[in-house]
């Protein structure tokens, strides 16, 4: 009786062990496919071509898995993309280029590549008219912005710096901003579109400047994709860029029906959306001397510390995958 | 003879412990291959830099300690000035604080991060940090000050009765002095809690200094060499204060065994 308990006890021990094994070496599991993280910005426009490859179930038709991350900035989002938590973002070009600075020369760090052009311009400073009437009133007022290193503090730093204007920034969370500029906290603000049009609609702010007037057709928001992903997994990055691409045509083929998208992830009025549409534009194709720009005002504002403007073109080549976007 | 030599002996161990810790905070930093992790020289540049030349909006180290201790001391006065009054009335009636614990318990465990989102809508500026520090300052206040009541003798009181002192006076004679020791572990303990609300506030409150602020600027640039600054400020601004109360703890209460022991 106890020898046949003990060789039981052995067969089971072998068996479990040699299931284990299996299981280890991936023998049993079936092929799994990959399911992509992709990382994107609370409540941003600027990202609706993921919005509508979601909600025209582009992912299936192409069949990618995926996951969404939502985070509250740029910055924010590339300290995950960075760490590999992300395979690819859409996100502002000044926090994707800081990113790639940050970790260049580094081979455990995930380095973002611009596969794809999210949109050009969309920023706007909002401001209570009866406090700032002109550029000159902007001396001395608090100005919201959704966080250090954002495109939207590139932006109105480089501005105030070219214009010898001395503007207190206040960084905070994007939702917060048209709550802060209600409440009188903040002499105005700029942020991504929706919110400098909400703030119009909703709490009587006047448009002072859009990104338009500070930077001409810039580059706003562009897909990234982690270089490590791209260089284990090039038909998915093949597949995401199509994905991004008919997203795109769709926005500019069906504005409506872009629109109404836009209003169902917002939860904003049909004013508000046409508004915050009017500031911004979905192109395939990336503005490179603007990303060259951003480089450069990031160098001297001090963000970027370990690229010299001689380095920026090399720099540019290898931020940006000439494969997927051209200029 | 002996004190002093047991006072180096103590300095010697201490400095000996920073030593290794900075040795192996430098062999971490070595082995460690992430750019993310700088070396203690990459931070003490970080260090001179905030100090001399101030971050990237041109505030320095020092306005950022300020703007976070006028914040904290404001909060702290607020949360002690309500905690100790509170605290006394609730340790004398023990009825009253039968029918508010129900409130005050629950409330209590609600930490104050998660009241950063109400009081960004409904407060403004610095009022929104005091609410902050507030609520981590009061609980602990206002717990330690009812333990110290219900410590105080109860033969004192009934002795100072037989004598006709009238309520006022047993208070402010005996039960306030003799629950001060507890009070003041309650502030001790209120201060530090208070420390960590105000930089967490100051994480999301959308004031662009103070070393909450400071460490997520940082943080967002990903230059964490300063992001560790701020940390090393705040432990050692937390430190300080700490060393503060017990400094005063000592001097107050030389009569108690725990403080000379």
């Not at chain 1, 859009?210 to 260089?231: E, G, R, Y």
């Not at chain 2, 992430?34 to 003490?44: A, E, G, I, M, R």
Request: charged letters at 15%; proline letters at 5%.
């Amino acid at each position: 009786m106890k020898k046949s308990i003990i060789v039981l006890s052995i067969i089971l021990i072998v068996a479990l062990g040699a299931v284990a094994g299996m299981y280890g070496a991936g023998l049993l599991t079936p092929t799994q496919k990959v399911k992509i993280r992709i990382g994107y910005l609370t409540g941003d426009l600027h990202h609706l071509a993921l919005h509508v490859a979601v909600a025209k179930n582009y992912f299936a038709q192409y069949g990618i898995e995926y996951e969404l991350y939502e985070y509250i900035n740029g910055p924010t989002l590339m300290q995950h993309f960075v760490m590999g938590e992300l395979d690819f973002a859409y996100v502002g070009t000044p926090p994707a280029l800081n990113a790639r600075a940050s970790g260049i020369g580094s081979n455990v760090t995930s380095l973002p590549v611009v596969i794809g052009s999210g949109n050009l311009e969309g920023s706007a400073l909002v401001v209570n008219q009866d406090i700032i009437k002109n550029i000159s009133d902007l001396n001395n007022k608090k100005i919201g912005t959704p966080g250090t290193g954002t495109i939207q503090d590139v932006l109105i730093s480089t501005y105030a710096k070219n214009n010898n204007l001395n503007i207190t920034k206040y960084p905070g969370r994007i939702s917060d901003l048209p709550v802060q500029y209600a409440r009188g906290e903040i002499d105005g603000f700029i942020g991504w579109e929706p919110y400098p049009s909400m703030a119009v609609y909703q709490n009587n702010a006047s448009i002072l400047l859009t990104s338009h007037d500070i930077m001409p057709n810039h580059q706003c928001c562009v897909l990234v994709v982690s270089d490590k992903f791209l260089a284990s997994n090039p038909e998915i990055v093949d597949k995401m860029v199509a994905i991004h691409r008919a997203a795109i045509d769709f926005i500019n083929t069906n504005p409506a029906e872009a629109k109404q998208i836009a209003m169902n992830v917002t939860k904003l009025p049909m004013p508000v959306i046409e508004l915050a549409f009017s500031h911004m534009s979905f192109s395939k194709s990336v503005n490179v001397d603007s990303i060259k720009a951003f480089l450069i005002d990031m160098i001297r504002l001090g963000i970027i510390r370990n690229i010299d403007i001689e380095q920026v073109d090399s720099f540019i080549n290898g931020f940006i995958n000439t494969k997927y976007v051209s200029g | 003879m002996r004190k002093l030599y047991l006072r180096m002996r103590s300095l010697l161990l201490a400095s000996t412990s920073v030593i290794i810790f900075f040795i192996l905070w430098e062999l971490a930093a070595l082995y460690l291959p992430s750019p993310y992790f700088p070396d203690p020289y990459s931070v003490l540049k970080a260090f001179i830099t905030i100090i001399t030349v101030g971050d990237i909006d041109g505030y320095t180290l020092a306005w950022h300690t300020l703007m976070s201790l006028e914040r904290v001391l404001l909060g702290f006065v607020v949360g002690s000035a309500t905690g100790v009054p509170i605290g006394i009335l609730l340790g004398i009636k023990p009825t009253l604080k039968n029918a508010v614990t129900p409130i005050i318990e629950p409330i209590r465990f609600i930490p104050p991060i998660a009241w950063i989102p109400l009081s960004i809508v409904l407060l403004i500026g610095m009022y929104r940090y005091i609410f902050l520090i507030w609520v981590g300052v009061f609980f602990p206040v206002l717990l330690d000050t009812i333990a110290g009541v219900k410590r105080t003798s109860i033969t004192l009181i009934q002795m100072a009765r037989t004598f006709g002192a009238d309520n006022k006076k047993i208070i402010t004679k005996i039960i306030f002095p003799g629950s001060l020791p507890e009070i003041m572990n309650g502030l001790r303990v209120g201060l530090g809690v208070g420390w960590m609300c105000i930089v967490a506030a100051e994480m999301i409150g959308g004031e662009p200094v103070g070393l909450g602020r400071l460490i997520l600027k940082y943080a967002n640039l990903l230059q964490i060499d300063t992001v560790i600054v701020g940390m090393i400020t705040i432990g050692l601004v937390g430190l300080a204060m700490n060393y503060f109360i017990l400094f005063l703890e000592k001097r107050l209460f030389r009569w108690r065994v725990e403080i000379k022991a």
